[in-house]
């Protein structure tokens, strides 16, 4: 990874910032997105830590939330890195009560769907320059049983947490799928994974009972160093070992859910998430 430039989302803790950590040691020029000053402070001294040899360590700060932020952070990774090589869409988070972002869209959706969409795009053009260039995001298994909501994409009519957490990670495999249709040829890949349970900051957001929860699951769940290894394995693999558009599980591609292979809905999601990303009140809340 000498000499590579990687930016990753989400790396102020958990899964992000154990990749960071690894692909760091690697000898990566990594830039880690943030989207608080301190905890970017801190997390860039761990990847410091982290390196062999001496590489760059950058941070850079973006509330994923707005879309503007995810402009304003796609123009400054544009202005300073001629080349980019690995994107890792890794930010997300689950939401037990509803809420609405600046744009007016529900903020589960615009986090883990629409900013990952949004900045790929804006980025597409120099990982192509880029090639062989690549593509990870972190999905998850709880896609299994989830649709996407079409006819309430804002989840105006029913919203419940961890359903609608689902519905994002889907949207992350079928974002990757058509991705990497339309990628073919290019140069550069798009795959996704699931890290499995793993113990980091996920659903400490949501109270009192859901932390604890989360605590009790502490014994079974990962480490996020172990829960990490999927998606620095993929960002680190011979380009030509990799299955373009695969969802990945422990460092083996596996079958996502019927609804993630179904190509009609990665194309119809695709033309839905650009209308709310050109326009993000199309679609969204009516004052
Ligand atoms: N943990 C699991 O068991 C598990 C299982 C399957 C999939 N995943 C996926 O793994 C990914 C990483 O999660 P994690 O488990 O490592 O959780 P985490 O420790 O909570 O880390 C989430 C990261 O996303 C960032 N983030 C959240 N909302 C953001 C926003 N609006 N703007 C910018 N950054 C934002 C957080 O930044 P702040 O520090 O600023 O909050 C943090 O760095 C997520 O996509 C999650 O869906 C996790």
Not at 152 to 169: H, I, P, V
Not at 225 to 235: H, I, M, R, S
Request: glycine letters at 8%; aromatic letters at 6%; hydrophobic letters at 45%.
């Amino acid at each position: 990874m000498h000499g590579k430039q990687v930016l990753i989302t989400g790396a102020t803790r958990g899964i992000g910032l154990a990749a960071a950590e690894a692909l760091a040691a690697r000898g990566a020029n990594v830039a880690i997105v943030g989207r608080n000053k301190t905890a970017l402070r801190i997390a860039a001294a761990r990847v410091t830590a982290a390196q062999r040899k001496a590489a760059a360590v950058d941070t850079l700060i973006a509330d994923l939330s707005s879309q503007a932020a995810v402009r304003k952070l796609a123009a400054e990774v544009l202005a300073r890195y001629p080349r980019l090589d690995v994107l890792v869409n890794n930010a997300g988070a689950m939401h037990t009560r509803r809420q609405v972002t600046e744009d007016g869209i529900e903020l589960t959706w615009a986090v883990n769907h629409l900013a990952p969409f949004l900045l790929t795009m804006l980025l597409r053009d120099r990982l192509q320059a880029s090639a062989p260039a690549r593509i990870v995001t972190t999905a998850s298994a709880a896609h299994q049983g989830a649709r996407i909501p079409f006819a309430d994409l804002n989840a105006e009519r029913s919203y419940r947490g961890f359903e609608r957490y689902g519905q994002t990670k889907l949207a992350n495999i079928l974002f990757m799928s058509e991705l990497a249709r339309r990628l073919e040829g290019s140069g550069v890949t798009a795959t996704c994974f699931h890290p499995g349970l793993v113990a980091t900051g996920f659903n400490r957001n949501n109270g009192l009972i859901m932390d604890l929860g989360m605590t009790i699951l502490r014994p079974v769940s990962r480490s996020p160093q172990k829960g990490a290894e999927t998606l620095v394995w993929l960002a680190t693999l011979p380009q030509s070992a990799l299955a373009n558009g695969g969802y990945y599980f422990d460092k083996q591609q596996v079958m996502p859910s019927p609804e993630a292979q179904d190509m009609d809905t990665a194309r119809r999601l695709w033309e839905v998430s650009e209308a709310q990303c050109a326009s993000p009140r199309r679609g969204a809340e009516t004052p």
